[in-house]
């Protein structure tokens, strides 16, 4: 396909995805059974599903704790089914619907635990869901296994998958690493377990709901895989946990939810939930975003003169900068010339560099990577574009 051609689809494939999107309507809790109502809403309308299905839990008999108090346990109808194959069944049908939900490039979390993950986790796989990785949410105030006879049971687990493996789905990098103290942000996350006064109690003292998620563990889902301003659907809304931190941070909700009890609780919550206004607070800066400054560029401004010559910062290596933004090097083993990152390769004997990082230039006796002079070109070209 010509490069025009696939330019053209891709635009019409966006301008598709726009007018599912206006027709969807955002921000309010739809009632009744979630296979339905999905199957109802406009194809590829949605950028995100974060969904916490019933966990098939197959409780028999009360749990008590050793002083006899009766667990809090989840024995409620929704999440009964008579069967592994009829647990499938239903499995399958509202991740066909949710499937088709989703835009091309849109990505999928799925919480369970033992109990069901694993059997949502094949299902995802033969419907063609690309799995991206599983996070394990590990409790750090799990419920103790009160019979003694097992481990505590202190995780769960997040399947996160994107359509197919051609998405191009929405990961924020930068942003998952700079929340992480700026090291690369791993795939176990240990938050607490939904308590204090986040955790929704009625009138009679009681939870509200026996699963409801906190509110830490949807913001680094959000944050990590949905832009401002993306649809994030939640087909077992529950008290709305999603829907509350969407709401927070600038995204659209679709909540899906079938207890009456659960939609009031929701709706209770989302109203008090307050948005966060500032757009410059709200934004995620993604390297992957910015501007690109080929290295020729700073030639081109005057941020390095042909001729400068360039060292790693042990001044081990040294290479010269050529007028047309390739450098050379006679400094290792044979002549080199090419592109700041090959010759940086090279040198080192390693399959690739980034040569920002690797080659520094000397200022005021002091030596500092290039990149230093990129981010300051990048400032400029930016501050132009912009009027
Ligand atoms: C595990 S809970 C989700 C809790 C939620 N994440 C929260 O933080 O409150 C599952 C929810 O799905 C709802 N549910 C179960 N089956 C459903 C169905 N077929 N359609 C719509 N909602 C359903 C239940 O009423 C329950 O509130």
């Known amino acids: 396909m010509s490069s025009q051609k696939s330019k053209k689809s891709t635009k019409q494939k966006s301008d598709k995805a726009s007018e599912a999107k206006d027709k969807?309507?955002?921000?309010?809790?739809?009632?009744?059974?979630?296979?339905?109502?999905?199957?109802?809403?406009?194809?590829?309308?949605?950028d995100m599903i974060f969904a916490d299905p019933p966990y098939n839990l197959q409780l028999q008999g009360d749990l008590h704790r050793p002083d006899n108090s009766k667990v809090d346990a989840v024995n409620d109808e929704w999440d009964q089914f008579e069967s592994f194959k009829a647990y499938d069944k239903f499995t399958k049908e509202w991740l066909t619907e949710a499937r088709e939900l989703l835009t091309d490039d849109g990505g999928?979390?799925?919480?369970?635990?033992?109990?069901?993950?694993?059997?949502?986790?094949?299902?995802?796989?033969?419907?063609g869901f690309w799995i991206l990785n599983d996070v394990i949410w590990r409790k750090s105030n799990p419920m103790p296994?009160?019979?003694?006879?097992?481990?505590?049971?202190?995780?769960?687990?997040?399947?996160?998958?994107?359509?197919?493996?051609?998405?191009?789905?929405?990961?924020?990098?930068?942003?998952?690493k700079a929340m992480n103290d700026d090291k690369q942000m791993r795939s176990d996350w240990e938050i607490p377990i939904c308590s204090g006064h986040e955790r929704l109690k009625g009138a009679d003292g009681n939870k509200v709901h026996p699963t409801q998620k906190p509110e830490s563990l949807l913001y680094r889902v959000i944050l990590s895989s949905t832009r401002k301003g993306d649809v994030v659907l939640d087909p077992f809304f529950g008290t709305g946990t999603t829907g509350c931190v969407a709401k927070q941070l600038g995204r659209q909700y679709v909540g899906?939810?079938?207890?009456?009890?659960?939609?009031?609780?929701?709706?209770?919550?989302?109203?008090?939930?307050q948005v966060i206004e500032d757009p410059d607070v709200l934004d995620v800066k993604s390297k992957r975003d910015q501007k690109r400054i080929p290295f020729g560029w700073l030639l081109e401004h005057g941020y390095l003169k042909p001729g400068t010559v360039l060292t790693d910062h042990k001044n081990k290596f040294s290479a010269k900068v050529g007028v047309d933004g390739t450098i050379l090097s006679s400094s290792g083993?044979?002549?080199?010339?090419?592109?700041?990152?090959?010759?940086?390769?090279?040198?080192?004997?390693?399959?690739?560099?980034?040569?920002?990082?690797?080659?520094?230039?000397?200022?005021?006796?002091?030596?500092?990577?290039?990149?230093?002079?990129?981010?300051?070109?990048?400032?400029?070209?930016?501050?132009?574009?912009?009027?």
Not at 120 to 127: F, L, P, R, T, Y
Not at 145 to 171: L, V
């Open 24 to 46: 969807l309507e955002t921000n309010k809790i739809y009632k009744g059974n979630c296979i339905e109502t999905m199957r109802s809403l406009p194809k590829k309308s949605v």
């Open 108 to 127: 999928i979390w799925v919480i369970g635990s033992y109990h069901n993950i694993f059997r949502i986790g094949a299902i995802m796989q033969d419907m």
């Open 145 to 176: 296994n009160f019979r003694g006879r097992r481990f505590t049971n202190a995780h769960e687990t997040m399947i996160w998958a994107s359509k197919s493996q051609k998405s191009k789905y929405c990961f924020n990098y930068d942003a998952m």
């Open 256 to 273: 899906l939810e079938q207890e009456d009890d659960y939609i009031k609780a929701a709706t209770e919550r989302l109203d008090a939930t």
């Open 333 to 387: 083993k044979e002549d080199l010339r090419g592109s700041i990152h090959k010759v940086g390769a090279a040198l080192q004997d390693a399959p690739s560099c980034n040569g920002w990082t690797y080659w520094h230039y000397k200022e005021n006796g002091r030596r500092y990577p290039i990149d230093a002079l990129r981010q300051k070109l990048r400032t400029q070209v930016e501050a132009a574009d912009q009027q």
